[in-house]
């Protein structure tokens, strides 16, 4: 699938009414998730624990 066919997929996706915004956030977002399952399936990803380790200096 080309990267105009996925971005139709989304824009289709959406509901009629959807802003500019939100068309671009749609797309953003699945843009970074498929780049992340990309990276996990390439064994680019880190562990669960290691995902908690690395957020505790942000969570108080």
Not at 22 to 32: N, P, Q, R, S
Not at 37 to 57: C, D, N, P, T, W
């Amino acid at each position: 699938m080309t990267v105009k066919d996925t971005a139709k997929q989304v824009i289709d996706a959406l509901p009629d009414q959807a802003s500019m915004d939100d068309i671009i956030h749609a797309l953003y977002v699945g843009i970074k998730f498929e780049h992340g399952e990309r990276e996990i399936r390439e064994g680019k990803g880190i562990s669960h624990e290691e995902a908690k380790q690395r957020l505790q200096k942000w969570v108080k």
